[in-house]
């Protein structure tokens, strides 16, 4: 009753037990209704703690921002980027690479049943990739995090401009994440950044691009940031 659906309620010596090893185990027995029902009860059971974290995570940064002044955001971002992902972010993968690895990510972010808000494309948060010419285009309908979480009215918004907002007012913060990680951290290790956000329909719309060559990347992803194309800031740190 407490979820509103079904959950299992096994006897207690079997209750422990994962339920995606059931849910294989009665695929190869052939019991396929009921392998399909402990899929459902396993996504369930996977999504409900990772949205409690995520809400945690929100309200977080709305009570920095509220007690210490959305500046403080900027070094939430920095020193969980230095101190955690950097170092794959920044690492030398082929652009497929660089985007297989980021749709593994999205698609574990993203998925699993709603919370009223219906992500992406697909019931269960799905998301578009198109390759262009010179880029691919990655499009949430919202994001599964910052953008789902703002929309839920969770997550609080910049009332300021900064570099690290791509210089918009209104960007949740969890979405400035996307800015320093993969925008600002990566151009002041190699002069250039992994991939870019069009910041202009969020909540409700996110669109990224990896472009094929770096060096084809616009000026104006650079200046937006305060930054020059080009250049890092590797040596001078």
Same mark, same amino acid.
């Given at each position: 009753?407490?979820?509103?659906?079904?959950?299992?309620?096994?006897?207690?010596?079997?209750?422990?037990?994962?339920?995606?090893?059931?849910?294989?185990?009665?695929?190869?027995?052939?019991?396929?209704?009921?392998?399909?029902?402990?899929?459902?009860?396993?996504?369930?059971?996977?999504? +409900?703690?990772? %949205? /409690?974290?995520?809400?945690?995570?929100? !309200?977080?940064?709305?009570?920095?921002?509220?007690?210490? =002044?959305?500046?403080?955001?900027?070094?939430?971002?920095?020193?969980?980027?230095?101190?955690?992902?950097?170092?794959?972010?920044?690492?030398?993968?082929?652009?497929?690479?660089?985007?297989?690895?980021?749709?593994?990510?999205?698609?574990?972010?993203?998925?699993?049943?709603?919370?009223?808000?219906?992500?992406?494309?697909?019931?269960?948060?799905?998301?578009?990739?198109?390759?262009?010419?010179?880029?691919?285009?990655?499009?949430?309908?919202?994001?599964?995090?910052?953008?789902? +979480?703002?929309? %839920? /009215?969770?997550?609080?918004?910049?009332? !300021?401009?900064?570099?690290?907002?791509?210089?918009?007012? =209104?960007?949740?913060?969890?979405?400035?994440?996307?800015?320093?990680?993969?925008?600002?951290?990566?151009?002041?290790?190699?002069?250039?950044?992994?991939?870019?956000?069009?910041?202009?329909?969020?909540?409700?719309?996110?669109?990224?691009?990896?472009?094929?060559?770096?060096?084809?990347?616009?000026?104006?992803?650079?200046?937006?940031?305060?930054?020059?194309?080009?250049?890092?800031?590797?040596?001078?740190?």
């Amino acid at each position: 009753k407490r979820f509103g659906r079904k959950i299992r309620a096994d006897d207690w010596p079997e209750i422990g037990t994962p339920t995606w090893p059931l849910a294989e185990q009665a695929i190869k027995d052939g019991r396929i209704d009921e392998a399909l029902e402990l899929v459902d009860v396993a996504r369930f059971e996977n999504n +409900f703690p990772r %949205m /409690g974290f995520h809400n945690i995570m929100m !309200k977080t940064q709305n009570f920095i921002a509220e007690k210490f =002044g959305e500046e403080q955001i900027e070094k939430l971002w920095r020193y969980l980027g230095e101190s955690s992902v950097h170092s794959t972010l920044v690492g030398e993968q082929a652009i497929a690479e660089q985007i297989q690895t980021m749709c593994t990510v999205h698609r574990g972010l993203h998925s699993g049943p709603g919370d009223g808000i219906n992500v992406g494309p697909g019931k269960f948060g799905g998301f578009t990739v198109v390759e262009e010419k010179d880029r691919f285009v990655l499009t949430f309908e919202p994001c599964g995090t910052g953008g789902r +979480f703002a929309k %839920m /009215g969770v997550m609080k918004s910049t009332k !300021k401009a900064y570099p690290w907002s791509w210089g918009r007012v =209104g960007v949740p913060y969890n979405c400035c994440h996307c800015c320093w990680w993969w925008e600002i951290m990566p151009i002041e290790a190699t002069g250039y950044p992994i991939r870019i956000f069009e910041p202009e329909g969020l909540p409700d719309k996110c669109v990224s691009f990896f472009y094929k060559n770096p060096a084809s990347v616009p000026d104006k992803y650079f200046t937006r940031l305060g930054l020059v194309k080009g250049q890092s800031l590797a040596g001078h740190k």
